[in-house]
């Protein structure tokens, strides 16, 4: 792969027709550095949100050991990863699945959240007797961008049932949850370990492990979440309070926090309408939040990085696609003077927009390049990287 120091660098070099990921391994590695110097627990790297051999390999490098896979197909890939131990975090699996990944690849650890999944479990891993099982709770979706507790997670006394009955079936009971992605502030994580503990006292059973998920945040603009030392503060006080056994440990499943500044995304103008631009990537491709979720990731004109805010102009994104819901509504500001040609980074992107993109209308094959400059936004830049050169 081609290595250059900025965007600006490479589209002089190149001038690409199609879109192209930029990659910053070393922003990646950095985050990942952090939550293992600082997360008072095991930090498992969710799968989904970027499986890039070079972020995975950033990760790696940085000691990332741990993996939440929720696919047969991602735990496949990441089963390859040396020394690799994989958590099947996924509350809802099929047979196959669950029994290939304790039969074929030693997956001890699973989720769920209804007594059927825990039937399954059992049954496909021949009751096994070394199985780490973690009842996933529904906790509040405070504060958070994308929330989560309507799919999975089973609460009240459906919960104490479930883990007395888990409890009894397997060697580590654990209990899990996740706040939601992106959670700008600490105060779904104290409810939710507020509701752990009701569920233990309720059941009233010897719990081994929490998995407090991910939901930590990226910064995607001037506005900052709380910092992650802030997050680390609460969870560490509430794990430490709960009545579990003395020997408990705490996991966290962070994605975003550990891969959105590690890349970003270069597109070029092919028209301008107004304050509509017309790019070469968009909702079907690796702009699905910006489309769907209304996400507003930081742009810049390439060539004009530098511009003030207040200089610029707040526009609409248009995808390459022939569909009319392919459409970012932003505002994404530039400056006034952007036209056909140029083109535009869109920062942060690093979280979820490869994973999801798809190739709709003949699109979704990017190009990738590695950058050596930092993202245009950071949780961790003020943080000392020394895997910088070495990624």
């Known amino acids: 792969m081609e290595r250059f120091a900025d965007a600006r660098s490479f589209i002089e070099a190149m001038r690409p027709e199609r879109a192209v990921f930029g990659l910053r391994p070393h922003a990646s590695g950095r985050a990942a550095k952090w939550f293992l110097d600082n997360f008072p627990g095991e930090v498992a790297y969710a799968y989904k949100a970027n499986s890039s051999v070079f972020l995975v390999g950033s990760l790696y490098g940085a000691g990332i050991r741990n993996f939440d896979v929720a696919s047969l197909p991602e735990l496949e890939d990441a089963a390859t990863i040396p020394k690799a131990q994989l958590h099947f975090m996924h509350p809802v699996k099929s047979r196959m699945a669950i029994r290939r990944a304790y039969h074929e690849f030693g997956v001890k650890c699973f989720a769920l959240d209804s007594e059927a999944e825990l039937e399954k479990i059992l049954e496909e891993t021949e009751q096994a007797k070394d199985l780490q099982l973690y009842v996933r709770l529904t906790v509040p979706s405070k504060d958070s961008g994308l929330p989560l507790e309507h799919k999975f997670g089973i609460a009240d006394e459906a919960a104490k049932n479930l883990l007395i009955k888990t409890r009894q079936s397997c060697d580590e009971l654990g209990i899990a ?215």
């Open 177 to 391: 949850f996740h706040v939601g992605s992106q959670t700008t502030t600490t105060d779904s994580f104290q409810l939710a370990f507020d509701m752990v503990r009701k569920s233990i006292v309720e059941a009233g059973v010897v719990v081994d492990a929490i998995d407090c998920g991910g939901g930590f945040p990226a910064r995607y603009s001037e506005e900052q979440p709380a910092a992650l030392g802030e997050f680390m503060s609460v969870i560490e006080e509430c794990f430490e309070s709960l009545p579990i056994s003395h020997d408990a440990h705490l996991i966290c499943e962070p994605g975003r926090a550990l891969v959105a500044e590690a890349e970003s995304l270069i597109v070029r103008v092919d028209h301008r309408r107004g304050n509509e631009l017309f790019i070469t990537d968009g909702g079907y491709g690796a702009l699905f939040d910006a489309a769907h979720l209304d996400f507003v990731f930081p742009v810049r004109l390439v060539g004009q990085e530098k511009v003030p805010l207040n200089r610029c102009k707040p526009f609409q994104f248009w995808g390459p696609t022939c569909d009319s819901v392919d459409y970012m509504k932003g505002p994404f500001y530039l400056p006034d003077s952007v036209h056909e040609g140029d083109y535009i980074e869109i920062g942060n992107m690093g979280a979820y927009g490869r994973a999801i993109a798809g190739n709709f209308n003949g699109y979704g094959n990017f190009g990738e390049v590695i950058l050596d400059d930092e993202p245009m936004y950071s949780m961790f830049a003020d943080e000392p990287s020394s895997l910088a050169q070495d990624v």
